[in-house]
């Protein structure tokens, strides 16, 4: 089957480094997607992991332990424009993202 | 801006009624990809169309179809409308299936009545 865990809140404060864990159950794993939504928005892509490790770009990294089934969305230098909603989206052997409830981000000044 | 279009932009109906939603992709994209994002809830696949053809379906439910066009246009038909329908509808594409990177369009709000 398939099941994924996130946190549904994390608040931080500016300047903060913040950290979205995920943990999913997918059958026939590719990989790990991030996405970004703030609210009425639409989703943005962040990051997409394959391979284990970590992926940098920007402020925002992502990590990938398939072994684990975890990964996670590393966040660094909020602003306070990083509040949104944030989703960790696995792909499995149907090769279709699977979107959770999403982690709602608040960024206090 | 993600370069997919959706119209309309909002759509107020009432239960019964069938409407129609449109996504463009993005210039090259063969995939399209369809979500139903509820309030407060994540997103639900409903179904994907690789040029021109089916090749995935999530939780559609059976009022609900979808195609894609020779020009890769792709629309959503949503028919026998329920108030449980009211929901943001999102489009999003990819070059090609199964990656994990997608565009989304901006979404189509719909509300029943």
């Known amino acids: 089957g398939q099941s994924l865990e996130q946190p549904s809140e994390v608040t931080a404060v500016e300047g903060a480094i913040v950290q979205i864990n995920c943990t999913y159950q997918t059958s026939g794993f590719y990989g790990l997607s991030w996405y970004q939504q703030h609210d009425g928005g639409a989703p943005t892509f962040l990051s997409y992991?394959?391979?284990?490790g970590l992926e940098e770009t920007g402020r925002f990294s992502s990590f990938l332990s398939r072994s684990d089934s975890y990964g996670y969305l590393l966040l660094q230098e909020l602003q306070m424009k990083d509040s949104a909603s944030y989703f960790c989206a696995p792909s499995g052997s149907a090769r279709q993202l699977t979107f959770g409830s999403g982690t709602q981000l608040t960024v206090l000044p | 801006d993600s370069g997919v279009t959706q119209t309309p932009k909002h759509l107020i109906t009432a239960t019964g009624q069938r409407v129609t939603l449109r996504c463009s992709p993005r210039s090259g994209d063969l995939s399209v990809y369809w979500y139903q994002q509820s309030l407060d809830q994540g997103l639900q696949f409903l179904i994907q169309y690789y040029n021109g053809e089916e090749r995935a379906k999530g939780n559609i439910l059976e009022r609900f179809s979808a195609q894609q066009f020779p020009d890769l246009h792709s629309e959503l038909n949503l028919s026998s409308l329920e108030l449980g329908d009211s929901a943001l509808y999102f489009c999003?594409?990819?070059?090609?299936?199964?990656?994990?990177?997608?565009?989304f369009g901006p979404g189509t709000r719909l509300l029943v009545l």
């Open positions: 999003a594409s990819s070059s090609r299936t199964g990656t994990g990177t997608q565009y």
């Open positions: 992991n394959a391979l284990d």
